[in-house]
């Protein structure tokens, strides 16, 4: 088991390296202002495609040691990728408690605050150690790694949960033919309650292409799935909150928060960085099943109506594009 030794570490290791890097926080005039700084752009997809390289040769020598395993083998090391993805989730949920709100600089303590160093393995990250700049852009390409490394686990768990399934396919067979009833499994999607779904949409829409806005509607009202995933220009984290905001607010039923990550994950992409970058679970579950208000700057409100009960209000500080790249929140 060799290669999924290899990959479980990787997916945990950060090679933070530091850098001279421009203070901007310091006033300029007297010239530029360069500290050391952090820097992770080599292992990132933007700026990396030898990391993305070794992470996807990694999975696959990591699923050839797994099918070659017995089955009691093959469940624990599943079980102990799955405890790697709740770190992703811890990771995720300190990131919004402590991400700086809208006008405020980053703290050079930030990694610290979000217990970094307890959740991954890192060797330049010591407790005490606060003077080291931690830039926006440091943290955006942090926040990229980490997505990379959360989708190519998921990855993993998706085949290996296949094979099994494949393999247990013959005793399913045999309880059929038993005359023995076979379970269905549900899909749950989020269904509206009346009038919100139409709301939601005039608010939604305008962070949609306009080609992309009739297939918003027929996934919002009839869970019809569009050819494609749907780009959210604008932060991820405005998205989910919208969703958050629906779902505690009882507008949304029929499907738990899991259920409703999940959706989203299968139906949305958001911008960061330039990029379109896919949602994966732990940075959903960090901000829809968790009990923080995290969304600085949010798109919506669920406001009280005297004559219809709840209602939906663009939020009036939320503008398309207000936050820039290089602070936003992704």
């Not at 990787?10 to 203070?23: P, S």
């Not at 709740?86 to 990694?111: C, I, K, Q, T």
């Not at 610290?112 to 955006?140: G, N, Q, R, S």
Request: hydrophobic content about 40%; proline content about 4%.
């Amino acid at each position: 088991m060799e290669h999924f030794k290899e990959y479980f570490t990787f997916l945990q290791k950060f090679d933070l390296r530091l850098t001279e890097i421009r203070d901007k926080r310091e006033p300029s005039e007297l010239g530029p202002v360069f500290k050391a700084g952090y820097d992770i752009t080599h292992q990132t997809s933007h700026f990396s495609l030898q990391f993305l390289k070794r992470l996807q040769i990694l999975k696959d020598l990591a699923v050839i040691d797994i099918i070659g395993a017995d089955t009691g083998r093959r469940k624990a090391y599943l079980d102990q990728t799955k405890k790697l993805l709740s770190l992703f989730n811890r990771f995720w949920e300190n990131y919004f408690r402590h991400y700086p709100a809208n006008g405020e600089n980053m703290r050079d303590n930030f990694l610290l605050a979000i217990e970094f160093a307890e959740i991954f393995y890192t060797d330049i990250l010591e407790p005490d150690k606060t003077d080291v700049i931690v830039t926006p852009e440091f943290v955006e390409d942090l926040c990229d790694s980490i997505s990379e490394r959360e989708e190519s686990l998921a990855d993993f768990i998706a085949e290996i949960t296949a094979l099994v399934k494949t393999e247990g396919q013959d005793s399913d067979v045999e309880k059929i033919s038993d005359g023995e009833p076979t379970p269905i499994r549900i899909r749950r999607y989020p269904v509206f309650v009346e009038g919100i779904a139409d709301q939601f949409f005039k608010i939604f829409k305008e962070y949609f292409e306009e080609k992309d806005q009739q297939p918003l509607f027929t996934l919002l009202n009839n869970n019809i799935t569009p050819k494609q995933k749907l780009l959210f220009n604008s932060n991820g984290n405005q998205l989910a909150d919208a969703f958050k905001q629906l779902i505690e607010a009882n507008l949304i039923v029929s499907c738990n928060k899991a259920e409703l990550e999940s959706w989203i994950i299968e139906h949305y992409m958001y911008v960061a960085n330039a990029q379109a970058k896919p949602f994966t679970a732990g940075y959903l579950n960090g901000i829809i099943s968790s009990d923080v208000k995290i969304c600085k700057s949010p798109i919506l409100e669920v406001m009280k109506n005297s004559s219809t009960g709840l209602a939906l209000a663009p939020a009036a500080r939320s503008k398309k594009g207000s936050e820039s790249s290089s602070t936003s929140q992704k």
